[in-house]
């Protein structure tokens, strides 16, 4: 009897892990309607291969997933609002602050929720670190980070500014 009930928690397992990794359908129909499967292939580089948020703060869950651009394997993340299916792409060819247009570098992301950022500063001259500023964050953002020896170096908090989105860079 033990041997059928571990193939049914195992069997149970797998369905909710592949539930919880598929992506919504509202979000994949945008990304079909919009004709990014053309140029963009959705990712899985990072886990997990989505998160959802209200980015924008439109009482909405807004989406962001993992892409990679077809033609030259360039790495990056599509942003789609929920409400209004407008979409963002960073990286993947398309150049984004200083992640540029590659996102290769990447080896974590999260959903960033905390009300305060430091955002690190730079001398324009030289490049060197000069400082951080405080920034306060109203909504959630995404924070993008590249790791040496287990530790985060640098990275970047991707933020809806009512505008656009811009980076928040973090580390060296």
């Given at each position: 009897?033990k041997?059928a ?8 397992t ?7 990794n598929?992506l919504p ?14 140029k ?9 291969s989505?998160?959802?948020?209200d ?11 993992l892409?990679?651009e ?12 929920n ?11 398309t150049?984004?602050?200083n ?11 999260n959903v ?18 000069i ?18 020896d287990?530790a ?9 500014n ?8 973090q580390g060296?």
């Open positions: 009897m041997p009930l571990l193939i049914i928690f195992l069997l149970g797998c369905v909710v892990h592949s539930q919880t598929a359908s509202w979000a994949l129909n945008v990304f079909r309607q919009k004709s990014f499967d053309k963009y292939m959705l990712a899985s580089f990072l886990k997990p989505y998160w959802q948020a980015f924008n703060g439109d009482n909405h869950q807004d989406i962001v997933v892409i990679t077809k033609q030259t394997k360039k790495k990056g993340i599509l942003l789609i609002h409400n209004t299916n407008e979409c963002f792409v960073l990286g993947a060819g150049k984004f602050g992640g540029g247009d590659d996102f290769r570098w990447a080896d974590q992301w960033y929720s905390k009300k305060i950022a430091n955002e690190t500063q730079f001398d324009p001259k030289t490049g060197d670190v400082g951080g500023k405080k920034v306060k964050l109203s909504r959630p953002g995404i924070l993008v980070e590249d790791y040496e287990g985060a170096l640098a990275g970047m908090i991707i933020y809806w009512g505008k656009k989105y811009i980076e928040i860079h060296e």
